[in-house]
């Protein structure tokens, strides 16, 4: 069940893949370093410095030993670095040690888990914890004076550790006392400054989400306060899973949501779901290329023969481009992957994949001959595998991309080729239900193409109810399928536009159950409802008085519930004045305003508006954002 805790907002950012992940000493309290020794909080560690400092036969610590409890951590870390006669160096060398944790001794499940929901991890700790949990970030971490490594919190597609206050790689540029606070967020220098901008950079673009972190960093504090007051009055939301809301100058205005929990260890189930929102919004083809890195990679490690060990390191480079979209690169790896072994399969296969997907970005008759290369590969690929039925699905979907960009015969042709690539596919792997989906969708392309002297309403009504079939065989082996229950109701609602009467009136409430049957499947996607209110809308035409009000009405609803888990602001606002709910028109609208949703000249355009404003109010309004 979904956990109905976690703001729609938050859900969106997991979606878009904008969410970044703050993380704080809360995950890391528990750990055992090295030593076998727990970290507990920055008490402990200020603690178990003066214990260190004494052992080494400093006994001036003696004096600052009462003060623990008393005062701030921060605060005996000022008296140690004033205090000349107590080393800076051995202190630094003792955290060092003290945050160097152990492998084998923690369970760094959780971590593994924030690693697979955001490639953006900011974190104030020093250990090793993410390091140990994914060892590639090892190369990927971003804290004072790496700067490459910096550079990379810019690019979509690349992991990265954002080691905010330093690392114990590197003592000399950990923030641990006063000074090298003051130096981070005050008057930094520029190694500092390039830090403190990526921060700023990531809470003004993406949307955080904090972890473990008692919000008690007044410096953290300061630089979300005043990236809250750049913004203006509708700041980008960022969330915060804790036990106790943070302070009131953070959550004002919903700048900082708070996601409540009774206990840390509903933390946990918290990134289960988010977890499992991301990978519904994952697309298929990015499933199946991921699944094929992790198992290239097992084989990879297993494989002796030389030849076939190149040839799976190039194939695992192109994975990782095709990935990041980096398609030409992609295609580049694939072929020398190839030169190795030319008789891999699954390389033919992606290579297609990687060519087709270039051939999306381009246009005219380069597409064309794209299209026709990847078709080249997928025709290799199963003349080495004869029942590789991936290849003959992939093939198909490409000849259906490439006949979208045609009309008529031409596209109907493309199609029909597609058709018998599903068909082939499905002959060997009668259960996949991706070959039927593409198919239906497909058919309905092609029920709505033009397509010569075949045009007739016979024609294409047999094609939507081919489609139908289609979405039913989906569903047969994939019945959680939300994409097929909400593109049949979007057939079903089309063929409804050609008929009149109780035929059109049956076929809408067809597509309504189909719809129904989608958002029960997955209750925060908005497509479907937002087909289900164009579709009444539809339905409302075909009546008049009471029943094509109350159609409207209904229309309206879904429409509502559609935008509000899109967060489209203005169309928010166009349809509370249709409501002649005044009050949260505006408040939408001035948000849409504000977020860059929508310009000021097409509000001013906007017919809806004009038919459902009082003009002094609405122009005094409008006359705010000129």
């Not at 950012?13 to 703050?22: C, I, T």
């Amino acid at each position: 069940m979904a956990d109905n805790r976690i703001p729609v907002k938050l859900k969106k950012a997991v979606e878009d893949n904008s969410l970044v992940l703050f993380i704080g000493a809360g995950l890391s309290y528990k750990f055992r370093n090295e030593n076998k020794e727990i970290i507990h909080g920055w008490g402990n560690l200020v603690t178990r410095i003066l214990d260190h400092l004494e052992a080494k036969g400093y006994n001036d610590v003696n004096r600052l030993k009462p003060l623990v409890g008393k005062y701030d951590p921060i605060v005996i870390l000022d008296l140690i670095e004033k205090d000349k006669s107590l080393p800076k160096d051995e202190v630094i060398s003792f955290v060092k040690d003290f945050f160097a944790l152990s492998p084998d001794e923690n369970d760094y499940t959780l971590h593994r888990k924030l690693c697979k929901l955001s490639g953006k991890i900011i974190t104030t700790n020093y250990d090793n914890a993410f390091e140990n949990a994914q060892p590639s970030l090892v190369r990927r971490t971003a804290h004072i004076g790496r700067d490459f490594e910096l550079s990379l919190l810019h690019d979509v597609h690349e992991p990265v550790l954002f080691k905010l206050h330093g690392c114990i790689v590197d003592g000399l540029n950990m923030v641990l006392f006063p000074s090298n606070y003051d130096n981070l967020y005050v008057h930094s220098d520029e190694k500092a400054e390039r830090i403190t901008f990526g921060l700023q950079n990531l809470i003004f673009n993406k949307t955080l989400l904090f972890i473990g972190c008692g919000m008690g960093d007044f410096q953290i504090n300061q630089i979300l306060l005043g990236v809250k007051r750049l913004q203006g009055r509708y700041p980008r939301q960022h969330f915060i899973i804790s036990k106790e809301p943070v302070a009131d100058k953070l959550t004002a205005d919903s700048f900082m949501e708070h996601i409540p929990v009774s206990d840390f260890s509903e933390i946990d189930g918290i990134i289960d779901e988010l977890l499992r929102i991301k990978e519904e919004t994952k697309n298929p083809e990015t499933a199946r290329l991921e699944k094929e890195l992790e198992e290239a990679k097992k084989k990879l490690k297993e494989t002796k023969n030389r030849h076939e060990h190149s040839s799976l390191k190039y194939f695992i480079k192109g994975l990782d481009s095709h990935l990041k979209q980096n398609y030409e690169e992609a295609i580049k790896y694939y072929e020398i992957s190839i030169d190795f072994n030319p008789e891999n399969d699954f390389t033919y296969n992606n290579w297609g994949s990687a060519i087709g997907d270039l051939a999306r970005t381009k246009t005219g008759d380069e597409a064309k001959a794209l299209y026709r290369e990847a078709f080249e590969k997928y025709q290799r690929a199963i003349a080495i595998k004869p029942d590789k039925h991936d290849a003959y699905y992939n093939w198909g979907t490409y000849l259906g991309n490439l006949a979208r960009t045609k009309a008529g015969n031409e596209a109907e042709a493309l199609y029909r080729e597609a058709f018998e690539k599903f068909q082939q596919a499905i002959a060997i792997k009668p259960n996949k239900h991706e070959a039927y989906y593409n198919w239906g969708a497909y058919l309905g392309n092609l029920a709505r193409t033009e397509t010569g002297d075949e045009a007739d309403a016979l024609y294409h009504e047999a094609l939507y109810h081919e489609a139908f079939e289609k979405f039913q065989q989906v569903v047969t082996f994939k019945p959680d399928s939300y994409e097929a229950y909400n593109l049949w109701g979007t057939d079903l609602g089309d063929l409804a536009k050609t008929k009149t009467g109780d035929e059109a009136e049956a076929l809408y409430r067809e597509a309504f159950e189909k719809y129904q049957q989608a958002i029960t499947i997955k209750p925060g996607k908005h497509e479907a409802y937002y087909n289900w209110g164009t579709d009444l809308k539809n339905l409302a035409r075909t009546k008049t008085g009471d029943e094509a009000d109350a159609l409207n009405r209904e229309s309206i609803e879904k429409c509502l519930k559609a935008f509000e888990l899109s967060v489209e602001y203005y169309k928010l606002a166009c349809l509370y004045a249709l409501r002649s709910d005044r009050t949260n028109a505006f408040l939408y609208l001035e948000q849409s305003l504000a977020k860059k949703q929508i310009l000021i000249d097409y509000v001013k355009q906007d017919t809806d508006w004009e038919a459902y404003r009082t003009d002094g109010d609405f122009l005094a309004l409008l006359r705010r954002f000129e």
